[in-house]
């Protein structure tokens, strides 16, 4: 509890390139859900989506020309890095992503502790979803 009561992350938003495809892609690989969102204003408000994971939303933009960071651009710029996900079962997934075979995997520290700087955390992977963004999966369990 901090000074101000309790803060908590309510959502990321972030700009992809195809709406549906995004949406296909985090339900597949992840398991958001769609939830009912805003209406589009051509010119004042893009085209807008909401996911629901939990009590975690992400809220999708679509613009047509955006492109992903690479790995030298992140050193140098300034938002949002990369998402990161607590996940029970980690091998699980990554069973299903290598099923999939179309989800670039970019890191996988096979349960090398000093990787994993979250608490609890014994396996850190990074991956690329759909439109290049970064999306880190730490298997976590609960206690």
């Known amino acids: 509890m901090g000074r101000f009561g309790t803060i908590s992350i309510q959502h990321v938003g972030m700009h992809v390139k195809n709406m549906e495809e995004t949406i296909a892609w985090y339900h597949d690989v992840l398991g958001f859900e769609l ?17 629901r994971l939990g009590g975690f939303f992400l809220e999708l933009y679509e613009v047509m020309n955006a492109e992903p960071f690479t790995f030298t651009q992140l050193e140098y710029t300034l938002g949002p890095k990369h998402l990161s996900f ?12 290598e099923e999939r075979g179309d989800i670039e995997v970019v890191v996988d520290n096979r349960y090398s502790p000093n990787w994993c700087h979250i608490p609890e955390g014994d396996r850190a992977v990074y991956i690329l979803d759909n439109n290049g963004l970064l ?3 730490q298997k976590h369990e609960r206690k």
Do not use: A, Q, R
């Open 86 to 97: 607590y996940v029970e079962d980690l091998d699980g997934l990554m069973d299903y992503i």
């Open 35 to 51: 939830e009912p969102s805003k209406s589009e204003m051509p010119g004042i408000f893009p085209k807008c989506k909401v996911l």
């Open 135 to 137: 999306v880190e999966l």
